[in-house]
C-alpha cells in the first residue's frame, strides 16, 4: 500500500487547513486515520475513520477537526479548523487493509506533512 499526502503548510492561529491522503495498491482498506508527532515525542493518534464511517478523535482536536473519507477513490481528509499553536506538528497518513472494520492502526505510513501553526 503506497499513501500520497498533501496539504500541510502554515496558517496563523484560527485560520484552517484540509490534509488529503490518497491510498493505492489495495482493493480494500478499512481504517484510515491521521497521526501526528511533536518534537520529541512519539506519533499520537488525532482522528481515524473505518471503511463504514465510525470514526474516532483525539480530544484536543474534537470540535475543531473533521476526518472524512471517499472509500471510492481510498482517499482520507483531515479538515483541521480553529488551528491552534499547538497544532503545530507532523502529520502522517496511516492505513489498514486487515480485514477488520473498526478502528485501529494500520502498518502502511505516509510520508509526513508538516502543519505550523503561529499564534
Known amino acids: 500500500v503506497q499513501l500520497q499526502a498533501c496539504g500541510g503548510g502554515a496558517v496563523q492561529a484560527g485560520g484552517s487547513l484540509r490534509l488529503s491522503c490518497a491510498a493505492s495498491?489495495?482493493?480494500?482498506?478499512?481504517?484510515m486515520g491521521w497521526y501526528r508527532r511533536f518534537p520529541g515525542k512519539q506519533r499520537e493518534l488525532v482522528a481515524a475513520i473505518t471503511r463504514g464511517g465510525t470514526t474516532d478523535y483525539e480530544d484536543s482536536v474534537k470540535g475543531r477537526f473533521t476526518i472524512s473519507r471517499d472509500n471510492a477513490k481510498n482517499t482520507v481528509y483531515l479538515q483541521m479548523n480553529l488551528l491552534k499553536p499547538e497544532d503545530t506538528a507532523v502529520y502522517y497518513c496511516?492505513?489498514?487493509?486487515?480485514?477488520?472494520?473498526?478502528?485501529?492502526?494500520?502498518?502502511?505510513w505516509g510520508q509526513g506533512t508538516l502543519v505550523t501553526v503561529s499564534s
Open positions: 495498491g489495495s482493493s480494500r482498506i478499512n481504517t
Open positions: 496511516n492505513a489498514d487493509d486487515s480485514p477488520y472494520d473498526y478502528i485501529r492502526r494500520g502498518g502502511w
